[in-house]
């Protein structure tokens, strides 16, 4: 079992930043993938950006040269800087991490959500 608990979410205008944290503990595969999705009201929930265990890194359209997704391996950490932030960005933000065991099982775990909203 894997535990997710991320930190950093709040209140900020348009324009600002925030810096999102999740750290991960319990039974993590070496190879892995962590990542952060986003759910606004009323809308499904949606990819936001991925890390491998490698750096290798994917973006939403939405959140490309805004948002930089990062993470420390050796703290089972991934964070999520989010920079010029638009009214659009509001939503509850749900840290991901996904591995796969050498049986071929597939694990996908989540974070409990922290609220990003952005308002003047």
């Known amino acids: 079992q894997v535990q997710l608990v991320e930190s950093g979410g709040g209140l900020v205008q348009p324009g600002g930043s925030l810096r999102l944290s999740c750290a991960a503990s319990g039974s993590i595969f070496s190879k892995n993938t962590m990542g952060w999705y986003r759910q606004a009201p009323g809308k499904q929930r949606e990819l936001v950006t991925g890390?491998?265990?490698?750096?290798?890194?994917n973006y939403a359209d939405s959140v490309k040269g805004r948002f930089t997704i990062s993470r420390d391996n050796a703290k089972n950490t991934v964070y999520l800087q989010m920079n010029s932030l638009k009214p659009e960005d509001t939503a509850v933000y749900y840290c991901n991490l996904d591995q796969k065991a050498r049986s071929g099982v597939a694990y996908h775990y989540w974070g409990q959500g922290t609220q990003v909203t952005v308002s003047s």
């Open positions: 890390i491998t265990n490698s750096g290798s890194t």
